[in-house]
């Protein structure tokens, strides 16, 4: 049994960082923000280029879905950061918010107070933009955000293609349009990755009211007569001891851990609970429920003579170049620009996301090619299928079955085919058969578009971005309320991308600091404190 402390946040992640930071500007609040990895500062970890480096080491939760129904059985890998800054150490850094009606939806479907209007100060709160300064965007918050200096021509000549096709140029997708094709905007600072580490937690790090512990995993939230009153905690050796919270407990462990310690904690279907051998102390059926992701596909081509791309980026000379100027081909996050479009021109918001990348990614970048390559990902951002999160038994060291369940719809895969096909006409145009070679994927023989589903079905991937498993919803149907309490436990709320209702139209980052800093005004206000302001956490320098 140790001290207790106000506020214990579980998961130092995107969101966990924002709410342990937001929460200990009060002086006299204590909050205690405990993580199962360890430090993120590691090379892999600060050059953008090197993201795929982290998959299936110690920094990654190296999850494998159960063989997917819908996808050949496969077992899918899926990624996580374990470590500070969680998947926001690890991700690709493009900075998204998502689609207006995203939240307008979610509002829609209950979820009062998360209308785009009305997350839109959050986003705006959370950011520091050195391009944007207007409506949209914020200059004095804690996140930075930015465009990468040196983009590669073939990433530039995929846009032109596009295009050329009369999709609309668009400079800022997370303004008042998200269609359109060009540069993204990532969290990088001086050429390096910006984490939510970065951002909220290094600036936090001297408050005397915040403690971080590394290396230690929640094993458990302890629950004493409906109410969230400690936590559980074993330490890198396996010593376990209880943490009490006066207050709150807040869960931030991502979409894949959160309901799985839910579950643990006996929070979560009754009966299935049951059969694990874990005693139930709420039934609520939707923990670990209607968990969703983005399906990915990967159009990949040869370079054309002359263009080289990210092939020879491990070259010393590139390493010398970013180590001495922070610039060059290892500060791209690979998926340098983009585009957000419509497969049918009446769909309400776009339904794909393209991934204009300069090189060979296939297979989570862990498999090479011996040529210099392009690619276009195509991720589809409206998805519609639900998979699950559950615990196997009542051992809270192992990892939950994960069962992504992605393109359980025939609706969905006719929608991937026409992405691949649309794909496949922006490699066509003039612009981007200056810069491109022969097709390698899905590759020239497979046209019909029977042979175009059975490719998607296997190689479809994800692009890592869980969401929904523990949504804002009604006790029948949801975890929280739309003030992020589990339904039946006092003092326990969720903050990460497991309570979105729907996952949004584009990368979940950005999202998951909107939540993390919703969760913390809300937690302030009921406090009687003022909300946090836009530059109330100075960024500092690095
Ligand atoms: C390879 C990759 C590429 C991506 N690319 C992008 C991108 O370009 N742009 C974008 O916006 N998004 C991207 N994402 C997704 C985005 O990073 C995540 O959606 C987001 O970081 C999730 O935030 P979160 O707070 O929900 O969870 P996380 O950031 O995953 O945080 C959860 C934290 O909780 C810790 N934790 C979990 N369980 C416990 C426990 N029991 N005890 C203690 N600690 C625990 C974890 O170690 C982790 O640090 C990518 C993700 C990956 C993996």
Not at 4 to 9: E, H, I, L
Not at 232 to 261: M, Q, Y
Not at 404 to 409: A, F, I, P
């Amino acid at each position: 049994m140790s001290a207790g402390y106000d506020y214990v946040v579980i998961g130092a992640g995107s969101a966990g960082c924002t709410v342990a930071s937001r929460l200990s500007e009060d002086p006299e609040r204590s909050v205690l923000l405990v993580e199962a990895g360890g430090s993120n500062r590691r090379l892999e970890v600060r050059a953008p280029l090197a993201f795929a480096k982290q998959f299936h080491t110690k920094l990654d939760w190296d999850y494998w879905t159960e063989p997917e129904p819908h996808l050949n059985g496969r077992r899918i890998f899926s990624p996580r950061g374990k470590m500070l800054g969680g998947s926001s150490s690890m991700n690709a850094m493009i900075y998204m918010r998502g689609n207006r009606l995203d939240y307008d939806g979610w509002a829609q479907s209950g979820a009062t107070g998360w209308s785009y209007e009305e997350v839109l100060p959050l986003f705006r709160r959370a950011e520091s933009n050195e391009q944007f300064d207007d409506a949209y965007h914020g200059r004095g918050g804690p996140l930075n955000v930015t465009q990468i200096k040196d983009v590669d021509p073939v990433c530039r000549a995929l846009v032109e293609a596009a295009a050329s096709l009369g999709i609309p140029r668009n400079d800022d997708f997370n303004g008042e349009r998200q269609d359109g094709a060009g540069q993204f905007q990532v969290n990088h600072r001086r050429g390096m990755r910006f984490s939510a580490a970065e951002a909220y937690l290094r600036p936090a790090k001297k408050r005397s009211n915040l403690t971080v512990r590394t290396n230690t995993l929640v094993t458990k939230v302890i629950v004493d007569d409906g109410r969230a009153v400690a936590v559980e905690l074993s330490d890198a050796k396996g010593k376990r001891e209880r943490v009490d919270a006066a207050s709150e407990v807040i869960l931030a462990g991502g979409a894949f851990n959160t309901p799985a310690l839910l579950q643990h904690s006996g929070i979560g279907p009754a009966d299935f609970l049951r059969s694990v051998g874990v005693e139930p102390v709420a039934d609520l059926p939707a923990v670990g429920e209607h968990l969703m992701e983005h399906p990915l596909v990967y159009v990949t081509y040869e370079l054309a003579a002359g263009q080289v791309g990210m092939f020879d980026a491990e070259d010393s000379k590139y390493a010398l170049k970013w180590l001495l100027l922070r610039r060059g081909k290892l500060a791209s996050n690979f998926a340098e620009c983009g585009a957000h479009i419509r497969t049918d021109p009446t769909m309400p918001a776009p339904n794909f996301q393209f991934l204009f990348g300069a090189g060979f990614f296939f297979e989570h970048g862990l498999v090479s090619w011996d040529a210099p390559a392009g690619v276009i990902g195509a991720s589809y951002i409206a998805p519609r299928s639900r998979g699950t999160v559950r615990i196997r038994s009542a051992d809270p060291a192992r990892k939950p079955a994960v069962t992504l369940n992605m393109l359980s719809e025939q609706l969905e895969m006719d929608e991937m085919i026409d992405a691949v096909e649309s794909a496949r006409e922006i490699a066509a145009t003039g612009p981007a058969q200056a810069v491109l070679g022969a097709e390698i994927t899905p590759g020239n023989d497979v046209r019909a578009r029977e042979q175009i589903a059975d490719w998607v079905r296997t190689t479809c991937q994800h692009t890592y971005h869980p969401a929904c498993s523990a949504r804002i919803g009604s006790p029948q149907d949801g975890v929280v309320d739309s003030e992020l309490r589990v339904h039946g436990i006092e003092r326990l709320r969720i903050a990460d991308c497991s309570v979105m209702p729907t996952v949004t139209r584009g990368n979940t980052h950005a999202p998951a600091v909107m939540i993390g800093e919703r969760c913390a005004e809300l937690l302030r206000q009921e406090a009687g404190k003022t909300p946090p302001q836009a530059a109330s956490v100075p960024v500092t320098a690095d």
